[in-house]
């Protein structure tokens, strides 16, 4: 399951530089996630880094878009940082 960044974003640029998949990113008005990238901090960190220091709560919530397993999200990981 990537997650989404809502329209609650404040652009407070906390969650970018915690993104240890490089998938959060500015978009046009607020900042988005790569789906291709988003592994929830799956092979880093227990708990997605980028909603731990978010200030608005449930601004970044899981994207009905885009639902994996949390294998599959092991396997992007992987692929990410190992070459696959």
């Given at each position: 399951m990537a997650l989404l960044i809502t329209k609650?974003?404040?652009?407070?640029?906390?969650c970018e530089p915690e993104c240890p998949n490089q998938a959060i990113s500015m978009g046009d008005?607020?900042?988005?996630i790569d789906a291709d990238r988003c592994t929830e901090c799956i092979g880093h960190?227990?708990?997605p880094?980028?909603?731990?220091?978010?200030?608005?709560?449930?601004?970044?919530?899981t994207d009905p878009a885009h639902i994996e397993s949390k294998d599959l999200l092991w396997e992007k990981f992987v692929?990410?940082?190992?070459g696959g």
């Open positions: 609650k974003c404040i652009n407070c640029d906390m008005s607020i900042y988005q960190y227990e708990t880094t980028c909603q731990q220091v978010c200030p608005i709560v449930n601004t970044i919530i692929v990410l940082h190992h």
